[in-house]
Every structure is written in C-alpha cells, then in structure tokens.
C-alpha cells in the first residue's frame, strides 16, 4: 500500500517538475514594435537618427544629462538625436516625429529644456518644432 | 528650427519611455521589439501623391505639407548585454552579440530575442528532478507490484519471519527514495 502512495505521489511530483521545467513565454511579452515617423516640411531633407536608452536623465539649465546606458532592455529613457541634411540653407524647417504603438514617451523635453510639443491622435504622438 | 548656412541643423529630445516596459519578468526568453523607424509616409493611410502628407485635422500637424525624409540613417542603442542574459538573435544582425547597437539604413525594424540564463538553468534543474523523480515513480511502482504477487505466495506458504536485515536491506527502494529526496530538497534548497 505504501508503494502504491509512494508511486502516486513521486508521479505527481515529477509531473509538476516537467510542468515547471517547460519552456515559458510571455504571451502578454512586447508583441508590438513601438513606430518611428519622421517627417520635414522639406522635400531634399535627410535625416540621420540616432536613438539611444539610459536609466535615466536630468534637466537642468546647463543641458541634459545622463544615466547608465539601459542595458539588456529598452526601459528608462530615450534620447532622439536628428541631425538634418540637404536642408534650404538659412530656411526655417520644420519637423515631426511620430510615435505610436506604445512608443510614447512621458514630458519630452528638447534640448537647452526647450518645450516639446505632444499630442495624441489616433494612436500617434507627434514631437514637432 | 532655422537650418545653418549648410542646410543642417540638430536636435536633441529626451523623455521617459511611457509603456515600453521591462520584460522577462516570467520566462527564460522573449522578443524584444524596439523600435520600428518606418519611414517612408506612405506608412500613413492619409498619404498623398509623392510621400507627403497634410494631417489637416491634426493639432500641431495641420496645414503643413508633410515630406518622409529623402534619406534615412543612424543607429540605435541600448547598451552592454548583463552577465545573466544572452541575445540569441537580432534584426539587423549583431556584430558583437554582448552590445546591443544596430546601424540604420532606411526603415528599419529593431527586435531581438533576449534570453535569462538563469531562468533557463533552473529550467534544467527542475527537467533533471523531474526525471529523478519519475524514475523513482516508477520503481515504486515495480515495488509495489513485487509486493502483492510477494502476498499471493505467503498465503500458500508459510515463511518464517527474517533475521537480522536491517530496516534499509528489506526496504531498499523505500530507503533510497527518501535518501533521493533529501538530496533533491538540498539541491532545490540550495539554488
């Protein structure tokens, strides 16, 4: 009788092992790429992005500055670096980014703390200057 | 924002990540969607003839004839890759797979799978239990057997009651199975 717990009780228990031992993923994981649109008033222009993620960041009046750099995961924050080219020379340019698909960022601020502007529409958060 | 003699400016923004959240908090491993530069305009159901666009009932966007950039480059970066993490792919491709830097050229979608090292080797551990403790099942099982074919012979024939084995040499599946069990308990209690 005892065998017949003992094996009962070991098969429940290796089950729950083998259970516990399968591969698991995330099904609520980030199944959704955040989206980047760039757009310029100007037809020539080419931008150059360079997008980078740190701990996190300080404004101050001298300028932002920085954290560690994220890591293994997209998490903290995000610094949007464009650099415009081909541009009119000495014309004024427009600009906007969109992002959408939960890419939003949370009080962007530009550099030398000048306001970005935000919204939502349709999903989309546009930074324009 | 006014462009220099060039034609060139720069601008630099910066905000918390609102729902981009930490993964892996279950699981060994996930794919990690960074972001997704998709560019051109034509992206946009509102799009007209050329790539441009006038978002006419947007705030901050309206009345403007919006262009997608004649090119587009740069990189995106999130840093060095933990100790206890290992990438086992990514798109575009990792030169150095413990750097997460990818160049861009064009739209570009940025992913990558991400996998805890820990989280895996406790995996095994518990797929090595498992199978310990399966195997052990399954002798019991045998036992149990042998022990009731064992009682069908005592009720024809009488045995004299055994002398002298110890309590592990008459039960030597039982004695090990809880030896086993105490190793496998320290084992688990140790990670």
């Known amino acids: 009788m005892i065998y017949l717990i003992l094996t009962a009780a070991s098969g429940w228990f290796a089950f729950v092992m083998f259970d516990a031992s399968a591969p698991q993923q995330r099904p609520t994981g980030n199944d959704v790429t955040p989206n980047m649109l760039l757009l310029t008033s100007q037809r020539t222009v080419a931008v150059n992005v360079i997008v980078k993620y740190y701990r996190w960041y300080q404004s101050t009046a001298e300028g932002l500055t920085y954290g560690p750099e994220a890591g293994s995961l997209p998490i903290g924050v995000r610094e949007v670096q464009l650099q415009f080219l081909n541009g009119k020379p000495d014309s004024t340019l427009q600009y906007s980014v969109l992002l959408g698909r939960n890419g939003a960022e949370n009080n962007p601020v530009g550099q030398q703390n000048e306001q970005v502007f935000s919204g939502s529409r349709a999903g989309l958060i546009p930074l324009i200057a | ?191």
């Not at chain 2, 729902?19 to 969607?33: I, P």
């Not at chain 2, 441009?52 to 004649?70: N, Q």
């Open chain 2, 1 to 191: 924002m006014r462009l220099n003699p060039q034609g060139q400016a720069t601008v630099i923004t910066v905000g918390t990540l609102a729902n981009q959240h930490a993964y892996l908090e279950d699981g060994a491993s996930d794919v990690v969607g960074v972001i997704d530069v998709n560019s051109p305009i034509t992206a946009l159901s509102a799009s007209g003839p050329g790539g441009t666009c006038i978002f006419p009932d947007w705030p901050y966007l309206g009345g403007v004839l919006w262009y997608s950039p004649a090119g587009l480059g740069g990189e995106v970066s999130i840093g060095q890759v933990a100790d206890r993490f290992s990438v086992s792919s990514s798109n575009p491709s990792l030169a150095d797979l413990s750097v997460l830097s990818w160049q861009i050229n064009g739209p570009t979608s940025v992913n990558y799978i991400l996998t805890d090292n820990n989280k895996v080797h406790g995996q095994l551990t518990d797929s090595f239990i498992a199978g310990v403790l399966a195997a052990l099942a399954a002798a019991f099982f045998v036992e149990a057997a042998k022990g009731a074919v064992d009682k069908g012979a005592e009720t024809e024939t009488e045995v004299p009651a055994p002398v002298g084995p110890s309590y592990a040499d008459r039960h030597p599946v039982l004695t090990g199975a809880i030896v086993l069990a105490a190793v496998v308990a320290v084992f688990r209690r140790r990670r």
